[in-house]
């Protein structure tokens, strides 16, 4: 079984300051974890990516995450906010395992960031 | 780029009717996929799709719900009878592989189903 738990459901920073989504994960295998970001009225986004590469993942703009096997953590940070990140986040984790047939994603509850002036 | 697509962008519809949610995935993708999420919750899981059989499900996915890949590049989710408790965001989505390395998976914009 897998999962995701994402520590805040809201986060407001100032524009300019650092932004810290948190997120941990349980999972039976080696797990490959994403973000994805939901502007509101759109589709899902992929930010970055972990699959069991470097611990240290880039995404797209300038956000990235770090994976930490030892706290089973994978937090999303990036260092200077700006007013269009403001958007929900989601943590996911999928099996990582070759099935053969697909893995399934599973979500975390979501984390809204608000960027204020 | 190459993108997802589903339509309608909004369906409204009556409790006890049928509806098909219909997606474009990405053309040289190999795995299909539908989640859901009703407003406020969490985005889950509903069926994963590969070579023309169901290869995932979830609980959700009773028999009210079924996938179809119908020609080569239409991947619709049926709903036969819906009930208010199917009014959700329906977001479709592709993958080109599985498995560690591969398995980033493509989501289109989503339908947003109302049940009265």
């Known amino acids: 079984a897998q999962s995701v738990t994402q520590l805040d459901s809201h986060v407001s920073v100032s524009e300019g300051t650092p932004v810290l989504l948190r997120c941990n994960y349980s999972?039976?295998?080696?797990?490959?974890l994403f973000w994805y970001v939901q502007h509101p009225n759109k589709g899902l986004q992929l930010l970055l990516k972990?699959?069991?590469?470097?611990?240290l993942v880039k995404g797209i703009n300038g956000f990235e995450a770090e994976f930490k096997k030892s706290e089973t953590s994978f937090h999303l940070t990036k260092p200077s906010a700006h007013m269009s990140d403001a958007a929900e986040y989601f943590c996911v984790v999928s099996g990582g395992v070759l099935t053969g047939g697909g893995n399934k994603l599973t979500f975390g509850t979501g984390t809204q960031l608000k960027v204020e002036l | 780029e190459p993108e997802v697509t589903q339509t309608p962008s909004h369906q409204v519809t009556q409790m006890g009717q049928e509806v098909i949610l219909r997606c474009v995935p990405i053309s040289n993708h190999l795995y299909f996929y539908w989640y859901r999420q009703i407003l406020g919750q969490k985005v889950e899981f509903l069926v994963s799709?590969?070579?023309?059989?169901?290869?995932?499900k979830s609980e959700i996915f009773d028999d009210q719900f079924s996938v179809e890949r119908p020609d080569g590049s239409n991947f619709t989710l049926k709903i036969r009878s819906t009930k208010l408790e199917d009014s959700a965001m329906y977001f479709c989505?592709?993958?080109?592989?599985?498995?560690?390395?591969?398995?980033?998976?493509?989501f289109g914009p989503g339908t947003r189903l109302t049940v009265l």
């Open positions: 999972s039976s295998y080696s797990p490959s």
């Open positions: 972990y699959t069991s590469a470097a611990t």
């Open positions: 989505a592709s993958s080109a592989t599985t498995g560690t390395g591969g398995n980033e998976q493509f």
């Open positions: 799709f590969y070579n023309n059989e169901i290869s995932e």
